[in-house]
Structures are given as structure tokens and as C-alpha cells.
């Protein structure tokens, strides 16, 4: 779905490994022999081990012309998904490896790959040492999560094809534990990739609410601010407003899971926008979206705290 010049793949790189000093650590990486669990809150991460976090992921099969940048998508798959995060014992994040079929990628700085802070704490990234493989992730202490992660990636970056993934990763609030009453507002970001109608791929990056009413069954989502990045033509990230990939969608309580539709503000684009609640007690909520029209595709994923 994207592809950018070999410059911003190297700008990217330098930003990650010049940042990253402070956030891992160069030394660790395998997961060989280190304690491995499921994950249950960023506050229960100890040094020295391995987490696994279950969650969904969205993804398509992309192909790009390398002199013009255009770019093709095919239709998006859905499925679950995996991600094991390794912790070296001064619990820096040093792999970060994800099971999701054909979407799969695994960063590790053991093989010389590059993990670290991108955007102050509020963005984290990873590039692979061949510089094919990409990613981006909320970071939980930048926008207050305790429960959950969400991303996107790139596979094949810069070889003329590969696959564009988003994710949403966390601990879900079991079904008894969701309320039966009651509104919450829930705030916090987005983040999608986005082909449009001439096949120009961008990066766009959003604030998300997300209004749930217990007691009726129902939800809003919607996304606002939303900044892209134009990602053939910029040898740097150079982001510009563009409300028109604003988002607006509603939907349904499904258990702990809510399950709506959902279409751009001003770009002829629809879909579907699935999510499910984080937390011991629902204090958080994560999801998906995937859109198509006349005017493109645009895929993403969000997250929001109480």
C-alpha cells in the first residue's frame, strides 16, 4: 500500500536509531530462556521476560511502482493476532514480534534491527536492518494506556510490494465485568495508511473519541485532526491538516466487543469500524477500521482511555 523514497527510509532509520537510546537497549533480543506470559497490564511488565498480547489486525497485499510511487491494494483480510513483546533486564522493549498469518513481522534488535522512541513518547518505532519492514505504535505512558497498544506496518517497504497491516492489541474486560449502564467518553489517537483514487499513498495520524452508552447498546467513534503525510513525494515527514479524513461511525454492544459502520468526512469512503474494551473494568477501548470508495482505501487503528 505505501512505498517512499530509499532518502526517507534512511531519514527514518537515523530517527529511530538516534532516539531509541533512551527507550532500549542494543544488548538483548532473542527471548531464549526468558519467562514468557500473557499480558495483563503495562503496569505488571517485569524486566527479563517475554509478554504475549492477543488481538485483531487488518491487512492487504499492496504493489508499487518504484519510479512513479503509485500504488495498488488489493482487498483487506482480518484475523487474529499475536504479538510477543521481549524486555531485556533493564525493561527496554527488544523484540517485538507479531503472529498474524501473511501480516506477520518481527523486530529484534538481537538481529540488528532497530527499535525506539520516533515521536517524543507518544509514538514508538521499529525498522528492520534491511530496511524492508517498518512499524509505528502507540506508546501507553504518552497517551495514558495501562491495557492495550495499537499500530500499523509495512512489510516490503521499498521493493515494489509487501503488506500494510494495523493492529490493536490488549487485555479485554470480560463480559461480566462490562457495565450495564451508563456513558463513557473514551479520548485518544488513530493512526491508518490510505491510498487514494490516483494511488498516492499516505500515513495519517488522528485524534479518536469514543462514546459508549451501556445502558443503550450503542456507540459513536469518531477521529478528528487528521494530519498526512504524503508518503511518495517527502524525503522527511512533512504532515498536513486534512479534515476530510476525519472519521464518523456508530454502532453496537456486542459483549465486550463493539461492532459498527463508519465513512470519511469529506472523502467517498466507507466501512466498517470493529473495537473491543480494555481493562479489568472497561477502562479503555481499542479497534480497527477499513474503508473503501471511489476515492480510495484507507485502513487504520485506534485506541482511547476512559
Avoid at 488489493?74 to 525493561?91: F, I, M, V
Avoid at 495514558?144 to 521493493?159: A, E, K
Wanted: glycine share 18%; aromatic share 10%; with cysteine.
Amino acid at each position: 500500500m505505501l512505498t517512499r523514497s530509499i532518502g526517507t527510509a534512511l531519514v527514518l532509520t537515523a530517527a529511530v536509531m538516534a532516539l531509541s537510546g533512551g527507550g532500549c537497549s542494543s544488548s538483548g533480543g532473542g527471548g531464549g530462556g526468558l519467562p514468557i506470559r500473557q499480558f495483563t497490564s503495562w503496569d505488571g511488565i517485569n524486566p527479563g521476560e517475554t509478554v504475549v498480547i492477543n488481538g485483531n489486525v487488518v491487512h492487504a497485499n499492496y504493489q508499487t511502482d518504484l519510479n512513479t510511487g503509485v500504488t495498488n491494494a488489493d482487498a483487506t483480510q482480518r484475523r487474529a493476532a499475536e504479538a510477543r513483546l521481549t524486555y531485556d533486564n533493564n525493561s527496554n522493549l527488544v523484540r517485538v514480534d507479531i503472529d498474524a498469518g501473511g501480516a506477520s513481522v518481527d523486530f529484534n534488535e538481537n538481529q540488528g534491527d532497530a527499535i525506539g522512541l520516533v515521536f517524543g513518547n507518544l509514538i514508538g518505532g521499529a525498522i528492520s536492518a534491511n530496511g524492508e519492514e517498518i512499524g509505528l505504535w502507540a506508546e501507553p505512558d504518552g497517551l495514558g494506556f495501562n491495557y492495550q497498544t495499537f499500530g500499523v506496518w509495512l512489510t516490503g517497504y521499498n521493493t515494489g510490494a509487501g503488506v500494510a497491516a494495523a493492529g490493536s492489541f490488549g487485555a479485554r474486560t470480560p463480559d461480566a465485568n462490562v457495565p450495564g449502564a451508563g456513558v463513557l467518553t473514551y479520548n485518544g489517537a488513530a493512526s491508518g495508511f490510505a491510498v487514494d483514487a490516483a494511488g498516492i499513498p499516505f500515513l495519517v495520524l488522528s485524534s479518536s473519541e469514543v462514546v459508549v452508552d451501556f445502558g443503550g447498546g450503542t456507540f459513536t467513534f469518531v477521529t478528528t485532526g487528521s494530519l498526512k503525510d504524503n508518503l511518495v513525494d517527502a524525503s522527511e515527514f512533512a504532515f498536513v491538516g486534512d479534515p476530510n479524513f476525519n472519521l464518523i461511525g456508530n454502532g453496537d454492544i456486542v459483549a465486550n466487543s463493539l461492532e459498527g459502520n463508519v465513512a470519511a468526512a469529506g472523502y467517498n469512503l466507507a466501512g466498517d469500524v470493529d473495537a473491543w474494551l480494555y481493562g479489568v473494568d472497561a477502562s479503555e477501548v481499542g479497534g480497527l477500521f477499513d474503508l473503501v470508495g471511489a476515492d480510495g482505501r484507507y485502513v487504520g487503528s485506534f485506541g482511547a482511555v476512559d
